[in-house]
């Protein structure tokens, strides 16, 4: 019995030190924590689309911090590339010297971007980031981003003969406003916000027997967010909207 209890708080100890040391590196964006995984979200016309991340030092340490880049899923065509202290040729995997610093307790003032090329390709890019202590690459912190060329004109069969315009105001503070005729080939249409994360913060269904819907938007933070159109499951169109409070 008593090996048993030996043998379990063994393993509880050896299962709270592993989770101590995943969070001696940790990362935020926009004032938000970010998980395993990140969507940011942009338009095949742009030239770019950007990642930030805050690096922060949670041991009792100062640390030297580097950052290790792994292409896990690239469309033909585009490239991706690091902003970290210095900006590295997109065939960089690491960032070298000089190495950035982090006193114990201390964040990175987004030092860090990652840099995605869409070259006019849509689809979504996966590449991860590795935030690793050059010293202890076991002290480190991952996170996949995907880069989301938005899909706009999958949907334009089933809108010929009709329209939806852009949302306004945009800016906005209160509300948005979306005009639209609605064609017989639509079955079902909405709209969705979403956030820098990638996450819906809103959504609304188009009431085919009207030609106006208006969103809510005064309890969002103020910010940049993307909307898309999905009709008929598909999606129309994905634009930038700007809230501010």
């Known amino acids: 019995m008593k090996k048993t209890l030996l043998t379990f708080a063994t393993i509880l100890f050896v299962a709270l030190s592993m989770n101590v040391q995943s969070q001696d590196l940790t990362l935020s964006w926009d004032g938000e924590a970010l998980g395993d995984t990140v969507e940011i979200i942009g338009n095949p016309s742009d030239f770019e689309i950007v ?9 009792d340490n100062g640390i030297q911090i580097k950052v290790r880049r792994k292409q896990l899923s ?4 585009t490239s991706s590339a690091f902003c970290w202290g210095l900006c590295f040729p997109p065939d960089t995997e ?31 890019s996966i590449v991860e980031y590795m935030f690793f202590n050059q010293d202890n690459e076991d002290q480190n912190v991952k996170v996949v981003a995907k880069y989301w060329a ?4 999958i949907a ?3 809108m010929k003969g009709g329209s939806i315009s852009d949302v306004y105001p ?14 017989a080939e639509v079955d079902f249409a909405k709209v969705q916000i979403v956030n820098l994360l990638g996450s819906v913060v809103k959504e609304s269904n188009i009431n085919r027997s009207a030609n106006k ?7 969002l933070q103020g910010g940049i967010y993307f909307y898309s159109v999905l009709v008929n499951g ?7 909207i700007v809230i501010r409070n």
Do not use: C, W
């Open 51 to 59: 990642f930030h991340a805050v690096v922060h030092n949670n041991t």
């Open 74 to 77: 690239m469309l033909e065509g």
């Open 94 to 124: 690491e960032s070298a010297d000089p190495r950035l610093i982090l006193a114990n307790g201390q964040s990175t003032d987004e030092e860090f971007s990652g840099h995605y090329t869409t070259a006019g390709v849509l689809g979504i």
């Open 150 to 153: 938005g899909f706009d004109g």
């Open 156 to 158: 334009e069969d089933a």
């Open 170 to 183: 945009n800016p906005a503070t209160t509300f948005v406003n979306l005009d639209y005729n609605m064609p």
């Open 213 to 219: 819907l208006s969103i809510d938007v005064s309890d």
């Open 234 to 240: 598909d999606v129309y169109k994905t634009k930038k």
